[in-house]
């Protein structure tokens, strides 16, 4: 098992930036690809990012590319998303998830992470 907890989230105006951060234990942290996805009112989950431990391939969303940039520090057992060029319609609850297939595989389904944190909110104004 492993265990993620969120946290970074917060109010920004459009065009602001913010880091969230995600914080692994329980398990060996190197055994997981770590994504990010959101959930805006109303709407399905959605896949943002991605990254594996290994090579630290990245994968993104459409909607996020060249604006979100997803990391990892080993020496921490953290993930985080750089938002940059917050757009209202990147409101929603972030969601930090791990995939015990830690393959440079471009996966997206909810059903492909086993594990979940409990989310940060975040919050865009225009």
């Known amino acids: 098992q492993v265990q993620l907890v969120e946290s970074g989230g917060g109010l920004v105006q459009a065009g602001g930036s913010l880091r969230l951060s995600c914080v692994a234990s329980?398990?060996?942290?190197?055994?997981?690809?770590m994504g990010w996805f959101r959930q805006a009112p109303g709407k399905e989950r959605e896949f943002v990012a991605r990254i594996t431990w290994g090579l630290r391939t990245t994968y993104y969303a459409d909607s996020v590319k060249d604006r979100f940039t997803i990391s990892r520090d080993n020496t921490k057992n953290t993930v985080y998303l750089q938002m940059n060029s917050l757009k209202p319609e990147d409101t929603a609850v972030y969601y930090c998830a791990a995939d015990p297939i830690n393959k440079n595989y471009d996966r997206r389904r909810l059903s492909d992470y086993g594990h979940w944190g409990q989310g940060t909110q975040v919050t865009v104004s225009s």
């Open positions: 329980g398990r060996t942290f190197s055994s997981y690809a």
